[in-house]
C-alpha cells in the first residue's frame, strides 16, 4: 500500500493516487457486536425562510464499516491527535450552544442512530450482490 503525507510526496499537488479530501461537518455512528458503521456527510444550514427549509440539507458522501478492533486504533490515534494539536495550537472549543439554525442538527447528532445499520447492511449487499451476507464458512 501507498502512503502519502501530503500533496508534495507524490509530486505536482496531487496525482491519480491521491484520494479526493472530502469535508465533513455530519456524521451518524452506529455499532453492532461485530463492526462500526460510520456515515460521514455535508450539513448546509437552509438560507430560505420557509419552515421545509428551515431545518437545512445533509449529504451523506461516504459510508465506511469497520471492525471493533481497528475501530479501537482509530479512537486512540483521533485521542491522540486531538491532544497534540490542541498543545500546539490551543484548546478546541466545543459546539455547546450552536446557532438557531443548527440546533435540528445538534439534537439529530445525539440521537440513536435509529436504522443506520440496516442501511448501511443494505447498502453493503448493493454493493456486493454476488457475496453472502453470512461469512460461514461453506456457505
Not at 10 to 25: I, Q
Not at 113 to 132: K, S, V, Y
Amino acid at each position: 500500500m501507498k502512503r502519502f503525507t501530503s500533496a508534495q510526496d507524490h509530486g505536482r499537488g496531487g496525482g491519480p493516487e491521491a484520494p479526493a479530501a472530502l469535508y465533513v461537518n455530519y456524521f451518524e455512528l452506529g455499532h453492532n457486536p461485530f463492526e462500526f458503521l460510520f456515515e460521514l456527510g455535508q450539513y448546509q444550514p437552509a438560507s430560505g425562510a420557509s419552515d421545509a427549509e428551515a431545518a437545512g440539507t445533509t449529504v451523506i458522501h461516504t459510508r465506511l464499516a469497520m471492525a471493533p478492533p481497528y475501530a479501537k486504533m482509530l479512537a486512540d490515534l483521533l485521542v491522540r491527535s486531538l491532544r497534540d494539536h490542541e498543545a500546539a495550537h490551543g484548546e478546541i472549543t466545543l459546539l455547546d450552544d450552536p446557532a438557531p439554525a443548527l440546533a435540528p442538527l445538534s439534537e439529530e447528532l445525539l440521537a440513536p442512530p435509529g436504522d443506520f445499520e440496516a442501511r448501511a447492511r443494505a447498502l453493503r449487499a448493493a454493493a456486493h450482490p454476488h457475496r453472502p451476507l453470512n461469512n460461514k464458512a461453506g456457505s
